[in-house]
């Protein structure tokens, strides 16, 4: 999709994803800031990152997928003149409410395992079944046993679960529940 060839690609995770800054990797005190986490402090981040630290002046493109979409467009609204083109995949200027219900209901079940002191894995089994049934119609559901669909959650679990950190994703997810490119700009 990138012609690696012709541009150099750079590749940065997001605040908020537990290897760049994120709750998982912060004192104890300063955790509460990834509350009002925002995509546009994503994007501030990367371009501070571009221009203060790697000399970066441009960029032929910002290409994203899903929560790197909506960075793609804030890049646009937040530095038109830094960027050249944004190639957006599946994301958004603004959330809609499918998306706002969604991404707050799996916050509430974070919300809920983490006050109820559950094992992760319960809570990341919880998340992986909505996210199951959000990721598919339901005719592609109802098309796989009962089983297999079991043992698809519990795979998606258990993959989650051992890369991410639960108070991690509930950052990202409040980051895209407040995700609007037409907000004040800061």
Known sequence: MVDTTAFYTVVVDALGNGHSQSPSNTEVSPRRAFDALTIADMVRSQHRLLTEHLGITRLHAVVGASMGGMQAFEWAVRYPDFVERIVPIIGSPRIGAFDYLLWSNLRGIIDDGLRGQLPPHDVWLQ?????????????????????????????FAQSYGSSWRLEDYRAQLGAMTRHDVSAELV
């Open 127 to 155: 998340l992986a079944r909505v996210e199951a049934l959000f990721t598919r119609t339901p005719l592609a559901v109802n098309q796989v046993s009962p089983d297999s669909i079991a043992r698809e959650v519990a795979a």
